[in-house]
Nanobody, 123 residues
Framework: QVQLAESGGGLVQFGGSLRLSCAAS????????MGWYRQAPGKERELVAT???????TAADSVKGRFTISRDNAKNTVYLQMNSLKPEDTAVYYC?????????????????WGQGTQVTVSS
């Protein structure tokens, strides 16, 4: 299985910025897409942004213009630059990676999740 290690969460004031990172590790894997989800207290987990293997990105309407997802393929790391943070951005942010793992002719799909990192935005 592919493991994901997240970092960068914390407490910031309204309008502040944070940069989340997520590094994928394991053996014999190829990532097709990575993304960030978030879950606020009492709410369902929602997709924030994704980046695909060809570099194409998507972002939720609620974060467009404020959040930017990027990647460093050499480091198997995805980033989420969060600017102009609002209290409603407060949530646990989870990294997700999807792709293939295995060796030889024995490849299978994987869907891995990070442990989550807390982002809290105060006024």
């Amino acid at each position: 299985q592919v493991q994901l290690a997240e970092s960068g969460g914390g407490l910031v004031q309204f309008g502040g910025s944070l940069r989340l990172s997520c590094a994928a590790s394991g053996s014999s894997f190829r990532i097709n897409a990575m993304g960030w989800y978030r879950q606020a207290p009492g709410k369902e987990r929602e997709l924030v942004a994704t980046i695909f293997s060809d570099g194409t990105t998507t972002a939720a309407d609620s974060v467009k213009g404020r959040f930017t997802i990027s990647r460093d393929n050499a480091k198997n790391t995805v980033y989420l630059q969060m600017n102009s943070l609002k209290p409603e951005d407060t949530a646990v942010y989870y990294c997700n990676a999807q792709g293939l793992h295995g060796s030889g002719f024995k490849w299978s799909i994987f869907n891995s999740w990070g442990q989550g990192t807390q982002v809290t935005v105060s006024s």
